[in-house]
């Protein structure tokens, strides 16, 4: 895994505590004013973006937008309701006066480079934090893991005008989770290199309230039944394994060397993972009929509708 900067250290349990740590801190230090906005600075503090642009007249066009006016935060200038913090550049440079008082003074201006994850995101969130999608960045694992705003968008630099991303999907994703790469190259494989599916289909990268950044369905369900609806039931016979444990129990969300993306190479391994030949208190049993051949078989021989029946308490075909 390559980390961001500011992300120091190979060792991931090593990694996983320390930012445990940061998280608790901030946590402890932010409750009271959790959307704490940049420090409140007086309006006469902020110039304007017109001022800005008399030195930037380039900003923030290198290779992609001529000028501010084409880019998507030139809107937030045409705003009367707000105050000039929510205007232009200084939205997310903070009041611009002393840093032209100063002739460009560097250090009197808010800079992304090395500010820390949770700094970036409250500039970006005080906009931006509205809706089921962005409503649980600041608990998400990508936050906690000192993964900002800015390291998947550009407001200046995009390569990919759509939501101004830095890199079009997957390269984005897999700049960092390089041990990703390698599962989309299975035999079997979710079609994510071929642009036919995307890892956002699947992934919150803003957060949500399930591990692993998973999304869900408008109904709340796992978020395979917005592709698989046909695998949602409600079915008469329902499998449990399905029900209770989940697809990902049979299945591997990325890619598999294995057909159907499944995660054994033999079906009857993966079944007697659970249906033990042998009684064995709280497993569920095989009846003894089955002989020793079928355990060398293939279950869904006889016991096809594996996801559920309507017609057969043992999933056979209807
Ligand atoms: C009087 C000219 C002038 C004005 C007006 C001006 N700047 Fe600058 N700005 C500069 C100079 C000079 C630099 C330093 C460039 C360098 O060293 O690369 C700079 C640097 C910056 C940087 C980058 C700092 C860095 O470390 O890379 C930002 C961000 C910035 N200005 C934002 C703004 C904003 C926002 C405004 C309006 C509020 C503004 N500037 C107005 C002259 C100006
Ligand atoms: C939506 C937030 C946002 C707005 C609005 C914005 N900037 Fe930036 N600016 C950034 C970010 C983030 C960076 C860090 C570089 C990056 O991530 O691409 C940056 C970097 C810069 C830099 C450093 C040089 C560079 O090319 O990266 C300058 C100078 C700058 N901005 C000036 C401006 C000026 C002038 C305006 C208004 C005309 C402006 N910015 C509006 C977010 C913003
Ligand atoms: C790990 C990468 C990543 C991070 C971090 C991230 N984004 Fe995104 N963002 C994306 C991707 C990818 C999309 C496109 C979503 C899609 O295709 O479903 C997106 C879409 C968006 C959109 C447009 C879609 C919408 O529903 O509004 C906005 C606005 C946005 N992000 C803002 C932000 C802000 C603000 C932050 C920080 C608080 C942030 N993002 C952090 C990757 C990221
Ligand atoms: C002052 C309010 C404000 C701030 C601060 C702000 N934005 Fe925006 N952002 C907007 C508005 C308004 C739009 C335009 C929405 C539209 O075009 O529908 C926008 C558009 C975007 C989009 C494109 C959304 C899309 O659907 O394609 C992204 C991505 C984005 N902002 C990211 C950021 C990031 C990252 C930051 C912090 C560096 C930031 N914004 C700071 C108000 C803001
Ligand atoms: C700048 C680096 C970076 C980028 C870009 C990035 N991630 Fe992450 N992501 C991380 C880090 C660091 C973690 C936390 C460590 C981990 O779980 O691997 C993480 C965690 C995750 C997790 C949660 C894993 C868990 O264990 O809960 C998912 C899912 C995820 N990222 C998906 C994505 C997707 C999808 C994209 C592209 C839209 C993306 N990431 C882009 C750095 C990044
Ligand atoms: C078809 C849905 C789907 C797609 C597409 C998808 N993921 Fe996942 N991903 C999942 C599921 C489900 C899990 C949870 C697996 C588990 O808990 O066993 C997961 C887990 C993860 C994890 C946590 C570590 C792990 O291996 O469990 C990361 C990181 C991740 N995905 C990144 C990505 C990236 C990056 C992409 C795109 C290149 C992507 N995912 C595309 C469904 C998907
Ligand atoms: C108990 C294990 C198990 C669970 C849990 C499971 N599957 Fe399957 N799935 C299988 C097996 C075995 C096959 C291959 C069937 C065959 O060979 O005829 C399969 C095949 C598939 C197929 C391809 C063939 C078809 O029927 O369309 C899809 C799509 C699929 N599963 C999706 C899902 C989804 C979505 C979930 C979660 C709702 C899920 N599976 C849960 C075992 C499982
Ligand atoms: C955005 C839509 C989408 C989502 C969400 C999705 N899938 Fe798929 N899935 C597909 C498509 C499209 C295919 C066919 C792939 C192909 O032909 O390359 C597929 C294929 C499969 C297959 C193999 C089917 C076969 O015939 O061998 C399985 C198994 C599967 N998905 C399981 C899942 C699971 C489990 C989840 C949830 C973690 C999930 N899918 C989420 C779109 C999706
Ligand atoms: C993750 C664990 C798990 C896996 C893997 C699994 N099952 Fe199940 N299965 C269950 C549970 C739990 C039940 C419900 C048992 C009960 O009600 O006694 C069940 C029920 C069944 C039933 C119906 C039993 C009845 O009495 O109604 C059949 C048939 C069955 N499974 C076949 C299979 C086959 C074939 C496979 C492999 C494709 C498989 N199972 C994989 C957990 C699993
Ligand atoms: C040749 C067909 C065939 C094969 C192959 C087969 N089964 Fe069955 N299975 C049956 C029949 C028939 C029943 C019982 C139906 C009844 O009792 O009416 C059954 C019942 C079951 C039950 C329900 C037990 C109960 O008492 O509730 C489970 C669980 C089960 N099989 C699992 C498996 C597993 C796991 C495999 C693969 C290792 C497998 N079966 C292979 C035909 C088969």
């Given amino acids: 895994m390559k980390l961001p900067t500011g992300v120091a250290g190979k060792s991931r ?8 740590l940061g998280w608790a801190v901030w946590s402890a230090g ?7 906005a940049p420090a409140a600075a007086d309006t006469s503090d902020y110039v304007g973006a017109e001022t800005c642009k008399t030195c930037h007249e380039d900003m923030p066009s290198k290779g992609f937008y001529k000028n ?5 935060h030139y809107v937030t200038t045409l705003d009367t309701k707000k105050g000039p913090e929510y205007h232009g550049c200084e939205a997310c440079h903070g009041p611009g006066k002393a840093h032209v008082e100063g002739g460009g003074d560097k250090t009197k201006i808010f800079t992304f480079k090395n500010a820390s994850a949770k700094d970036v995101s409250d500039r970006c969130l005080k906009c931006h934090e509205y809706g089921n999608e962005h409503a649980n960045f600041s608990r998400s ?13 550009s407001p200046h630099h995009p390569r990919e005008a759509e939501h ?13 989770h390089t041990e990703m790469k390698q599962l989309f190259t299975r035999t079997f494989h979710h079609r994510v290199n071929e642009g036919l599916v995307q890892c956002t289909d699947c992934h919150n990268p803003h957060g949500g309230s399930l591990t692993r950044q998973l999304r869900s369905t408008e109904a709340q369900d796992v978020v395979c039944f ?14 449990q394994a399905v029900k209770i444990e989940g697809c990902t129990s049979c299945h591997l969300p990325h890619g598999s060397s294995n057909p159907h ?19 064995d208190m709280g497993a569920p049993t095989v009846p003894t009929f089955h002989n020793q051949t079928q355990k060398y078989q293939a279950c869904t021989l006889c016991h096809v509708a ?12 209807p």
């Fill in 13 to 20: 349990p090593l990694l996983a505590a320390v930012c445990a």
């Fill in 30 to 36: 932010a409750s009271g004013q959790q959307k704490a």
């Fill in 68 to 72: 501010f006016e084409e880019s998507r």
């Fill in 141 to 153: 694992v990508h936050v906690q893991n000192n993964v900002s705003c800015v390291d998947c968008h």
């Fill in 164 to 176: 101004l991303m830095r890199e079009p999907q997957p390269q984005l994703c897999y700049g960092c």
């Fill in 226 to 239: 917005k592709c698989h609806a046909d695998k949602a039931g409600p079915f008469v016979f329902e499998h």
């Fill in 261 to 279: 993306l499944l995660k054994r190479s033999q079906i009857n391994l993966l079944c007697l993972e659970c249906h033990s030949f042998t009684v």
């Fill in 306 to 317: 594996i996801h559920g029946s309507n017609s057969n308490q043992y999933f056979f075909k």
